[in-house]
């Protein structure tokens, strides 16, 4: 749902996530300094020369997304967050819990877990959301220093419209941005050129070659490829103190009560193959741990997990060529077409499958129910 804006007449920004999808005025104007201290690059384009995603890249999403949440309120509306530390504490925006004490966390393996609200600001767009389901669990690793350049290489992680576990790529195109949007006040912003969407608050912004967590995707430039990340080291203590003393009572935002909700946008069919994408990137990792976690407990009574695992002893890479949804009531029915790179007799070959899951909820997350496949014939489909 694009709208067009006139920017020579008016800059707008639009606060993005926690399903807030109405437009903010800025009081302040954007710096002057914006068109000339800014560098501004187009986002990486997919497929272009020498545009390669490199493994190391591809390593750090894969690991970074098992610690990114997707936040739901009861109405619908949708945000993102990260963990913090290993007190289940997962930092995101105020604007994406405002005036909720309590709200549904989902994992990147579909698990659903509630949260509480035990810090919020009114001043600056920073909360902390309490789940115990990931007390534990090592969290992500965070930039202490706040050393920060303009080009350094960037990725945004988050649940833009709800597709969970998104991942954009950009630079840092601007530096010390201020913004003010009623009721927060941002500065030292960095300004992105990572594309970020409704549902990207509160997700992290990523060095991309370390992995490291430098920023809180928090805004962005309406119809523009501009977004904004809260520096991580800025609002760091105000979070160590909620996380160690947990507010008794939480501040109200009467301003945001009124803003247009956008819903999550997410469907059955896109969660589905969003599960079954992730099901084989696991898989490409060597992390079977996770791959078995997402099958339904009916199939893991039939498979053990030294079994599962040494179903793929012979497999080097799975490719998905193609992902292809059909609703079907109670679940979806997802038909993977595949190709893998595989030895057999100490030869590589490159075979071509197909794959049908049935995939639906269990126990309030989405399973891969079963799976049914056939080897292809590569010559026909040659001919």
Do not use: C
């Not at 437009?23 to 986002?43: G, K």
């Amino acid at each position: 749902m694009k709208r067009s804006w006139l920017f020579s007449v008016l800059v707008s920004i639009m606060i993005i996530g926690g399903g807030i999808a109405g437009v903010f005025y800025i009081t302040n104007a954007v710096p002057e300094q914006m068109s000339m201290s800014a560098v501004l690059d187009d986002p990486a384009k997919e497929g272009a020369e020498g545009n390669e995603v490199p493994k190391e890249t591809q390593d750090i999403i894969f690991e970074s997304q098992k610690l990114v949440v997707q936040i739901e309120l009861e109405d619908g509306t949708i945000g993102s967050g990260f963990l913090y530390n290993e007190k289940g504490d997962v930092i995101t925006n105020a604007h994406v819990v405002a005036n909720q004490e309590n709200v549904k966390v989902v994992t990147a393996d579909s698990k659903k877990m509630p949260g509480e609200v035990i810090g919020i600001s009114r001043d600056t767009d920073v909360a902390v959301v309490r789940v115990a389901g990931l007390k534990g669990k090592k969290p992500l690793p965070i930039r202490q220093d706040g050393s920060v350049e303009l080009l350094d290489e960037v990725l945004a992680l988050g649940s833009p419209l709800g597709l969970q576990n998104t991942v954009t790529r950009g630079e840092i195109s601007g530096l010390d941005r201020t913004l003010d949007i009623e009721p927060f006040h941002y500065k030292n912003m960095y300004q992105i050129s990572a594309p970020i969407s409704p549902g990207n608050s509160g997700g992290p912004l990523l060095d991309r070659e370390t992995g490291e967590v430098i920023g809180i995707n928090s805004a962005k430039l309406d119809e523009e490829t501009i977004g904004f990340s809260i520096p991580i080291g800025d609002i760091l203590p105000v979070v160590e103190r909620w996380s160690e003393s947990p507010m008794k009572s939480l501040p109200e935002f009467p301003e945001l009560e009124e803003q247009v909700q956008s819903p999550v946008t997410g469907t059955d069919a896109e969660q589905a193959t969003y599960l079954v994408q992730y099901f084989y990137d696991s898989i490409n990792q060597g992390d079977f741990v996770t791959a078995y976690s997402l099958l339904s407990s009916s199939w893991q009574e039939d498979i053990s997990f030294e079994d599962f695992r040494s179903g793929y002893n012979n497999t080097l890479t799975v490719q998905v060529d193609n992902l292809v949804a059909d609703p079907q009531g109670d679940h979806v029915e997802v038909t993977a077409f595949l190709t893998a790179e595989e030895t057999v007799e100490g030869e590589v070959e490159m075979k071509k499958y197909k794959v049908v899951y049935p995939v639906k909820t269990e126990n309030q997350s989405v399973k891969i129910w079963s799976g049914k496949g056939e080897e292809l014939d590569t010559e026909n489909e040659e001919e």
